[in-house]
């Protein structure tokens, strides 16, 4: 299908990512087979609760952020077990048309949090900035340092940090579809910030340099842009069946950060019932550098996600556990 100017500026922005392709509608039969080729494997779910429950003695405080880069909101999880020592922080990029209390819900990552005694903030997106509340993943403004919406979410990761008792050397990102393409622009544009990134059904950093770039690299992929000679452990988890985001999309995400050395390749079957195969990437130090997960019959959605959230996969590997889990083992030196 070829993406003519009006077909690019009926699509502008919301082309970004994971979800929520509503407005499509707008453009009659062209408008029906984008929606076909974008939307057409997302899990469909009953509308999520407004909020996110909070434990007694645990805080989900809704924040502000602004900088000369633009302001945004956000939200930010406190364990109940947080004293005012040194923790970890994630730093949770939501998809297309969702909310940082539908993210949390669908991840379980505020109830991971409150087990393992770690702060996570989740940004929202702007309807101003994008209208389907997609990160911009895909236009170069936002794929540099100190510019655009990376600008911002690195001035709220430190805002968190200068506010709160947070161990400098385990601050990580994690996102899904388009937040899972900005928190790749993150690993690379911030590896002094970032110690480990998480990158769920993404794109990688450079993937696209505008609407029709876009457009192409999430129907077959694309190889990203140049990256600097320093590089973050990343885990990725693509499904094999996503018919928004290729999964080979997936593949160049991980090779982004695995450049070098060996692999070694297991299969396994999660609790709910999906195969998977992931494969470890070793650097030539003898650290991982990188974890690719594909798996099978998975569609556009987060692994072994809660279905009272959207855009979630509850049979699917538990994305949130094995990201902590990997997280664990990336300290910044």
Request: aromatic share 8%; proline share 6%; with cysteine.
């Amino acid at each position: 299908m070829k993406v003519t100017p009006d077909l690019a500026g009926s699509l502008n922005k919301i082309l970004a990512g994971a979800s929520g392709f509503t407005k499509l509608s707008r453009l009659g039969g062209t408008g029906k087979l984008v929606r076909q080729m974008l939307d057409g494997n997302l899990p469909r779910h009953t509308p999520p609760r407004e909020t996110a429950a909070t434990p007694q003695g645990a805080q989900f405080l809704a924040r502000s952020f602004s900088n000369a880069a633009g302001s945004r909101n956000y939200k930010l999880y406190v364990p109940a077990s947080y004293r005012g020592r040194p923790v970890p922080l994630v730093v949770m990029l939501h998809g297309c048309t969702q909310t940082p209390d539908d993210f949390a819900i669908g991840t379980r990552m505020n109830e991971i949090a409150e087990q393992e005694g770690f702060l996570v903030a989740y940004p929202a997106q702007a309807a101003s900035a994008n209208m389907q509340k997609c990160w911009n993943w895909f236009e170069v403004a936002h794929q540099r340092r100190d510019a655009g919406e990376p600008a911002v979410i690195a001035g709220i990761t430190r805002e968190i940090m200068r506010d709160w008792a947070v161990d400098p050397r385990r601050v990580y990102v994690a996102g899904l579809s388009a937040g899972g393409a900005l928190a790749a622009i993150m690993g690379q544009t911030y590896p002094d910030i970032f110690a480990a990134v998480g990158v769920h059904s993404g794109l990688a950093c450079g993937a696209a340099r505008d609407m029709p770039s876009a457009f192409a690299a999430m129907r077959g992929g694309s190889a990203g842009g140049s990256t600097p000679g320093h590089s973050v452990p990343v885990i990725a988890f693509h499904g094999d069946s996503d018919k928004t985001v290729h999964p080979r999309n997936g593949e160049e995400v991980v090779a982004q950060a695995a450049r070098t050395g060996s692999t070694r390749t297991e299969g396994g079957t999660s609790a709910g019932g999906r195969r998977y195969r992931r494969t470890v990437h070793i650097s030539h130090d003898g650290k991982t550098a990188a974890e690719y997960w594909v798996v099978q019959g998975a569609g556009h959605a987060w692994g072994g996600g809660s279905a009272a959230g959207t855009y979630t996969d509850p049979a699917g590997p538990d994305a949130s556990r094995e990201m902590i889990r990997f997280f664990k083992e990336a300290v910044l030196s």
